[in-house]
Nanobody, 115 residues
Framework: QVQLAESGGGLVQPGGSLRLSCVAS????????MAWYRQAPGKQRELVAN???????NYRDSVKGRFTISRDNAKNTVYLQMNSLKPEDTAVYFC?????????WGQGTQVTVSS
């Protein structure tokens, strides 16, 4: 059984920063990629950023230059550093991992950007 657990969400003012973490635990042989998605109320879940085992990263255009995804393979952890946050970044952020060729999702963490 593999579990993903996110942490680090919260309420922040526009222009502020947050750092999200996601830890994968359980019987893990290999994690090929990890990613962050988000879902705002009334909207579809969207990919924010992903990082492949070799280190290749991808970002959606709206977060380029503000968000940074990174990964600690030894700790089975992925991070999302979010700077210059905007109200439109408000959403539930989900971690997804491809572990041993299967998709696993975390339960999500709320990020609210508001003054």
């Amino acid at each position: 059984q593999v579990q993903l657990a996110e942490s680090g969400g919260g309420l922040v003012q526009p222009g502020g920063s947050l750092r999200l973490s996601c830890v994968a635990s359980g019987r893990i042989f290999s994690i090929s990629s990890m990613a962050w998605y988000r879902q705002a109320p009334g909207k579809q879940r969207e990919l924010v950023a992903n990082i492949i085992r070799g280190g290749t990263v991808n970002y959606r255009d709206s977060v380029k230059g503000r968000f940074t995804i990174s990964r600690d393979n030894a700790k089975n952890t992925v991070y999302l550093q979010m700077n210059s946050l905007k109200p439109e970044d408000t959403a539930v952020y989900f971690c997804k991992g491809i572990v041993d060729l299967r998709d696993y999702w975390g339960q999500g963490t709320q990020v609210t950007v508001s003054s």
